[in-house]
């Protein structure tokens, strides 16, 4: 299996919604193109966690989530 790195891009914005029990995650990049994910809450608790664990000046390696 080859291992292909993705372009990495700039983070331009983000907006979210509740939609029936689920989230949906707009991701929007330098080049004005959108990335649309759904989570679940747990996702969405696990990616804040993260989030808080980085800006605390640790790392948010161990809370990669599947689901």
Same mark, same amino acid.
């Given at each position: 299996?080859?291992?292909?790195?993705?372009?990495?891009?700039?983070?331009?914005?983000?907006?979210?919604?509740?939609?029936?029990?689920?989230? +949906?995650?707009?991701? &929007?990049?330098?080049?004005?193109? $959108?990335?649309?994910?759904?989570?679940?809450?747990? !996702? +969405?608790?696990?990616? &804040?966690?993260?989030?808080?664990? $980085?800006?605390?000046?640790?790392?948010?390696?161990? !809370?990669?989530?599947?689901?």
């Amino acid at each position: 299996m080859e291992f292909i790195m993705a372009e990495r891009r700039i983070l331009a914005g983000f907006a979210s919604e509740s939609d029936d029990g689920s989230f +949906v995650i707009h991701i &929007v990049d330098d080049r004005d193109e $959108v990335f649309e994910i759904r989570a679940s809450r747990e !996702n +969405v608790e696990l990616m &804040v966690a993260n989030l808080q664990a $980085v800006l605390g000046g640790g790392s948010g390696e161990a !809370n990669h989530a599947k689901g």
